[in-house]
């Protein structure tokens, strides 16, 4: 499958869908807050489903720029933005293990990201001698 | 429990068999932008993800939801290899070891 040149906007769509749908994780824990079907219920309810719905979008438009590998490694940035949330609006408390876990995770996708940079540079030089030629 | 195991296991097989699906309808010209989604592979793609959440619904009936988490990183190795023999992506031994930290994170985080 040829994907296109690395972009930076790609990626810069991929980290917004990503942190869109890190949302959709704090509208369930707040429907599951509220009375069962209650109107703050249906609301938190529906906002889950248009984060997911947005998600869904974007996803698609990242899948036709980036290989899918990468941009599911990415998925892992989910873990900070948990972590994030967690702290702001549900005034959980963080562990060592929770921040360890994060750093692990954001070294692997840093791994994949730049790799798939370096790799990117690579392809294009020998295009780039050619049109110089 | 290991018949829930292996059913959430499963589960995020299909889950990610539809993002290869999802993948190839993005690889595809089409002749608008309501037909990128509205189309047989997308929908799907989508109908699988649904089958998958009903799946880990009832995995969890006897899986942890600290083991649940674990499990669901099965799709950071069954993508590469599904994208290696599907989708003809390469992996390259900096994919393998970032999918080995994030794995590790997960386990790490989940402690």
Known sequence: ???KKF???AFILLQIALFIFS????CSKMAGRQEFLSIPFFAYYGALFLTLFVYAILWQQVLKRISLV???ACKGIGI???ILWGVLFFKEEINWKMIAGAVLVLI???IFVFGEIKANKKTQKPEENEQNA | MLKFVIIFLFSVLISSIAQIILKKSAGKKYDSVIKEYL???VIGAYSIFFLSTLLTMYAYKGVPLTLGTLLEAAGYIYIPILSFFILKEKITPRMVIGSLFIICGIIVYNL
């Open chain 1, 7 to 9: 972009s930076i906007g």
């Open chain 1, 80 to 82: 900070i933005y948990g």
């Open chain 2, 39 to 41: 189309n047989i592979r």
């Open chain 1, 70 to 72: 990468v941009a599911y």
């Open chain 1, 108 to 110: 692997g996708v840093y």
């Open chain 1, 1 to 3: 499958m040829n994907d």
């Open chain 1, 23 to 26: 949302f959709g994780a704090v």
